[in-house]
């Protein structure tokens, strides 16, 4: 069975697609504002017995914030897993009109490595490409490989994450292309099941799996409102994200999946995780699932 990790898509910036994420965050949502809520919730996931923490170089201020919290007792007993390939725009704005541009190529890389390792003090153990598409240049870009390949070489376990309603074509492609990678963070929850299959071959091929988006970016919590879903976890009562934490958690394949808690009390619900079977009653297409995403507002 899966465990629970920390990803900080939510804690690093100021603006993010959850639901009701202007309602979490401290009304200023100041650098320090988010410095401290970040340090709150690492400090409840590491007490809490969380062991893996997930970053992005997109994530405004994550790796920051994670290597200021970090020491080397910690350090040592825990492992941090980041992402580059996107570059934070949005200059500390939650309604900038841009919070992040994607480039898959070897200069970015090259530019992002060194800021990844000056933000969290030393390298990650994973370091992934991210949100990785099947028409990405960058699974034959032979240039960026043999970098990735090098990098690999001295103990980071490269890899990718994926995102859209091609997951497992993306995912299949790269397990079989010539590459470096041995982990995969894809999203997976009780809507959007389409990467399964796929994932399950990853894990079989001796990659490391984690599970982003298990609440579906705030889709099957409370903030959801009167959902099919919800009105499931209400009749079993259980909180709605417990529950959908738990589906993903009871998936054979997985090793690691992430919450995305922004306050104590989200975090401290989805660690109260509830197994209760797949749930495939509420698994939509992906077309409608990622249409329905890509709707969310930045707020």
Do not use: C
């Not at 497992?168 to 999203?187: G, H, I, N, W």
């Amino acid at each position: 069975m899966a465990t629970i990790g920390l990803g900080l898509a939510a804690l690093g910036r100021p603006g993010y697609i959850n639901l009701g994420h202007d309602q979490d965050l401290p009304p200023r949502r100041a650098v320090e504002d988010l410095r401290v809520r970040t340090h709150e919730l690492l400090e409840q996931a590491w007490h809490a017995g969380v062991r893996y923490f997930d970053a992005a170089r997109s994530y405004g201020l994550a790796e920051q914030f994670l290597g200021e919290w970090l020491t080397p007792e910690r350090r040592r007993q825990l492992t941090v897993g980041s992402k580059w390939g996107y570059t934070y725009v949005a200059d500390w704005r939650h309604d900038a009109d841009t919070h992040e541009v994607k480039s898959h190529d070897l200069a970015t890389f090259e530019r992002q490595w060194p800021e990844t390792l000056q933000a969290l003090g030393g390298p990650p153990d994973f370091y992934l490409v991210h949100s990785l598409t099947a028409d990405s240049p960058a699974l034959e870009d032979k240039r960026l490989l043999d970098r990735l390949r090098e990098l690999a070489d001295t103990g980071v376990r490269v890899g990718l994450s994926t995102s859209g309603p091609r997951q497992a074509e993306t995912l299949r492609k790269a397990l079989a292309s010539d590459t470096p990678f041995t982990a995969v963070q894809a999203t997976w929850n009780v809507l959007e099941t389409s990467a399964g299959t796929a994932l399950a071959e990853a894990h079989d091929a001796g990659w490391f799996v984690v599970i982003k988006e298990a609440v579906a970016n705030g889709r099957l919590t409370a903030r959801a409102g009167e959902t099919p879903f919800n009105e499931f976890a209400r009749q079993h009562r259980v909180a709605p994200d417990s529950l959908a934490i738990g589906a993903a958690v009871a998936q054979p394949w997985a090793d690691v999946v992430l919450s995305g808690a922004t306050t104590t009390e989200q975090l401290e619900s989805n660690l109260a995780y509830h197994v209760d079977g797949p749930l495939l009653e509420f698994t939509q297409q992906p077309e409608e699932y990622w249409t329905e995403r890509s709707a969310l507002p930045w707020i």
